[in-house]
């Protein structure tokens, strides 16, 4: 099985920065794209940034020139760096990665982690 785990989440100001970070474990033979998304109460999940495998980078509109999406991939880890934070971005932020096993090597598997909360509020 593959764990994603979430770290970074908290309470920032309007304005402040925050860096979260995701560290897949588990039977991994190799990792494809991960990414960022996040749900916000009564609204629908939906993508934050992605990364390829080779370092390609993808963000939604609302957060270019604002966040930036980076992977230490012999960590297995992808991380988020968030500045100039604004309430609208106040989210369960979820990591995800596209992982082919140990024993499914021909096959990629969506996986995801729990989700961490990021509140901006003052």
């Known amino acids: 099985q593959v764990q994603l785990v979430e770290s970074g989440g908290g309470l920032v100001q309007p304005g402040g920065s925050l860096r979260l970070s995701c560290a897949a474990s588990?039977?991994?033979?190799?990792?494809?794209?991960m990414g960022w998304y996040r749900q916000a109460p009564g609204k629908e999940r939906e993508l934050v940034a992605a990364?390829?495998?080779?370092?390609?980078?993808n963000y939604a509109d609302s957060v270019k020139g604002r966040f930036t999406i980076s992977r230490d991939s012999a960590k297995k880890e992808v991380y988020l760096e968030m500045n100039s934070l604004k309430p609208e971005d106040t989210a369960v932020y979820y990591c995800?990665?596209?992982?082919?096993?140990?024993?499914?090597?021909?096959?990629?598997?969506?996986?995801w982690g729990q989700g961490t909360q990021v509140t901006v509020s003052s």
């Open positions: 995800n990665a596209g992982v082919f096993t140990t024993t499914l090597r021909w096959r990629e598997d969506n996986y």
């Open positions: 588990g039977s991994i033979f190799r990792i494809n794209a």
């Open positions: 990364i390829t495998s080779s370092g390609s980078t």
